[in-house]
Antibody, heavy 116, light 108 residues
Framework: QVQLVQSGAEVKKPGASVKVSCKAS????????INWVRQATGQGLEWMGW????????GYAQKFQGRVTMTRNTSISTAYMELSSLRSEDTAVYYC?????????WGQGTLVTVSS | EIVLTQSPGTLSLSPGERATLSCRAS???????LAWYQQKPGQAPRLLIY???SRATGIPDRFSGSGSGTDFTLTISRLEPEDFAVYYC?????????FGQGTKVEIK
């Protein structure tokens, strides 16, 4: 079955960077886009961007341009999302999701806490 | 970017009742690239509807989506206890995808 398993919770200081991983299994990793979505506690969903694991092409929400980088390692079927210059407002659960547009499979989420 | 406005913010209903959730876009959503998700506390979102009206795999037929252009609706024909949750719409027809702010369906 399709599974996306994300890395564990992180605590970072303001100004630091965080890199979240998303390991895919149960399907051909390079056949489906990976989207990243975040959710602050008690808030709604916020789309961050997408990556094509085959080509490495990416598209980012304007809000995160210059701060986010989405990459992949096809040999281990893993996607990564790195967010830099962290601030307190970046405290959220970060999800990866399989599929372009309307993703059908989601990771379990990774809590990133930004605190001094 | 396309702004999606969901209404109402909260819907208080009893099991067995019909739920009607609205999602209005600030501009036309290309090719009806609109999806609906259900989210329960502590869980990832679950895709219910894509393409405005197509049910995702395994989604019960009490869930239905309709609409086009700027106005979309999610209908739950008869609420089951497990349907009480938060619902989000999402448009994926433009280069920047966006979500609505959510509608909470709570037990009355």
């Amino acid at each position: 079955q399709v599974q996306l398993v994300q890395s564990g919770a992180e605590v970072k200081k303001p100004g630091a960077s965080v890199k979240v991983s998303c390991k895919a299994s149960g399907y051909t990793f390079t056949s489906y886009d990976i989207n990243w979505v975040r959710q602050a506690t008690g808030q709604g969903l916020e789309w961050m961007g997408w990556m094509n694991p085959n080509s490495g092409n990416t598209g980012y929400a304007q809000k995160f341009q210059g701060r986010v980088t989405m990459t992949r390692n096809t040999s281990i079927s893993t996607a990564y999302m790195e967010l830099s210059s962290l601030r307190s407002e970046d405290t959220a659960v970060y999800y990866c999701a399989r599929g372009g547009g309307a993703p059908t499979n989601w990771g379990q989420g990774t809590l990133v806490t930004v605190s001094s | 970017e396309i702004v999606l406005t969901q209404s109402p913010g909260t819907l208080s209903l009893s099991p067995g009742e019909r739920a009607t959730l609205s999602c209005r876009a600030s501009q036309s959503v290309s090719s009806s690239y609109l999806a609906w998700y259900q989210q329960k506390p502590g869980q990832a979102p679950r895709l219910l509807i894509y393409g405005a009206s197509s049910r995702a795999t395994g989604i019960p037929d009490r869930f239905s989506g309709s609409g086009s252009g700027t106005d979309f609706t999610l209908t739950i024909s008869r609420l089951e206890p497990e349907d009480f949750a938060v619902y989000y719409c999402q448009q994926y027809g433009s280069s920047t995808e966006t979500f609505g702010q959510g509608t909470k369906v709570e037990i009355k």
